[in-house]
């Protein structure tokens, strides 16, 4: 009896351990894809932030080696990331009495194109855009412009992220 329920509980382990290896906690999937190539995203907009290109990109394949195996080479990638900074703009967003801005807002406009080298049907061409609102008495520079940056650029990496590996 005791055989048995050794047996039992050395399987059901077996069981879990190896449908636990095939779950992603990020979410994402890669098939069989093991190398990545991100081309530097230049700046397109009509108003330039002079870090934003050398960030985007750092942040973009920063995330994709974090929460993937995938290894990041300069050319020939299983997928590949290519596409510009289309926007950077400045937009007061609520007036006071005094009809002056109260809060404005930073918006970041990417347009990205992915290529999956193994599976032609996950290529697409989409623009990723986010925002982020800062006090219209406060200058978009030092603090107040690193903190936006870090909230439109983790948002815009993730959604590039979730759209090419995630499927969401």
Same mark, same amino acid.
């Given at each position: 009896m005791k055989k048995l329920i050794y047996i039992a509980l050395i399987s059901i382990s077996s069981i879990l351990i190896a449908a636990c290896g095939a779950y992603s906690f990020t979410g994402g999937s890669t098939g069989d894809a093991k190398t990545l190539q991100i081309d530097f995203f230049q700046n397109q907009a009509s108003l330039i932030e002079p870090t934003l290109s050398q960030r985007f990109t750092q942040d973009l394949i920063d995330l994709f080696t974090r929460q993937t195996n995938l290894t990041a080479v300069t050319s020939n990638g299983d997928l590949y990331f290519s %596409?510009? +900074?289309? %926007?950077?703009? +400045? #937009?007061?967003?609520?007036? #006071?009495?005094?009809?002056?801005?109260?809060?404005?807002?930073?918006?970041?406009?990417?347009?990205?194109?992915?290529?999956?080298? *193994? +599976?032609?049907?996950?290529?697409?061409?989409?623009?990723?855009?986010?925002?982020?609102?800062?006090?219209?008495?406060?200058? *978009?520079? %030092? %603090?107040?412009l690193e903190s936006a940056l870090d909230e439109i650029l983790e948002r815009i990496t993730q959604d590039i992220f979730n759209a090419s590996v995630a499927k969401w």
């Open positions: %596409g510009e +900074i289309t %926007g950077y703009r +400045i #937009t007061p967003m609520s007036a #006071t009495a005094q009809q002056t801005a109260a809060q404005n807002r930073l918006t970041v406009t990417v347009n990205v194109r992915f290529v999956n080298k *193994l +599976i032609e049907k996950d290529d697409f061409e989409k623009q990723f855009s986010f925002y982020s609102d800062f006090a219209a008495n406060a200058q *978009l520079s %030092g %603090g107040v």
